[in-house]
């Protein structure tokens, strides 16, 4: 056990629910919450801003050495500030998830971001979810979970949070697709996916608070203390 308590990782495909969920059980340990793949969008809006191009991992390394990112994380939130202004909400659109997916293969930038997210949850208690969560950063997590669900059901999910935006429902489900393809074959590169010793939670059919106390169970068998009211 570590001074705060476990490290509970998770992971998964684009519109599994992983950070609904990881924020759901952070407030219901009192964990800290991370979400580590927001450190790469925030990433990919600097070099969209700076004119980098995403495909050249040497340039957007050196990008990730100097530009100022930072995580306000707390139980169960998360904010996220490049160069001092709030991009909580402008990390989320179309485009820059398309560029975090770019960013996140270069090997260089991964180095860097995620030697900041070992520092962040080194003493435990932290509910982390993303990519390398449970391999390159903490490969001796005391829960990973991987999140699934089906392809159409992650591509309905985004639709309903990109409400009013009239994207089509296909298309989603391609780019969703075509997400999956990059992610999984970034990931073989970098210790698997799902992670060596991950449970698999389908999310396919489950309700958020279903998600939520299935993971909280898990957690609690590996020795985690709820200190938040269910």
């Known amino acids: 056990m570590r001074g705060r308590g476990i490290v509970v990782a998770i992971d998964g495909p684009a519109g599994a629910g992983k950070s609904t969920t990881a924020r759901g059980v952070a407030r219901r340990l009192g964990y800290v919450y991370l979400d580590t793949g927001a450190m790469y969008r925030a990433l990919a809006l600097g070099a969209l ?3 980098v191009d995403v495909g050249d991992g040497e340039a957007v390394a050196l990008l990730a050495q100097t530009l100022r990112i930072g995580l306000d994380a707390g139980e169960g939130t998360q904010r996220t500030v490049l160069e001092g202004e709030d991009v909580s909400g402008a990390i989320r659109t179309p485009e820059v998830s398309d560029a975090a997916s770019r960013v996140a293969m270069h090997t260089a ?3 860097v971001l995620v030697t900041r997210q070992r520092e962040i949850g080194q003493d435990g208690g932290i509910v982390l979810e993303g990519r390398d969560t449970g391999t390159a950063i903490f490969p001796d997590a005391e829960l990973k979970v991987f999140l699934i669900a ?3 059901a992650r591509a309905r999910r ?3 949070e990109m409400a009013g ?3 089509d429902l296909s298309a989603l489900v391609r780019q969703i697709q075509d ?3 990059r992610d999984r074959a970034t990931q073989l590169r970098h210790g698997g996916w799902p992670a060596p010793g991950s449970v698999e939670v389908d999310t396919t059919g489950l309700s ?3 998600q939520i106390d299935r993971v909280v169970e898990l957690a609690i068998a590996r020795g985690a203390k709820k200190t938040a009211d269910a």
């Open 179 to 181: 997400r999956d393809d």
């Open 208 to 210: 958020v608070a279903g």
């Open 49 to 51: 801003r700076a004119g």
């Open 165 to 167: 935006q009239g994207v």
């Open 158 to 160: 985004r639709q309903q």
């Open 109 to 111: 930038v991964r180095e």
């Open 150 to 152: 089906d392809v159409e």
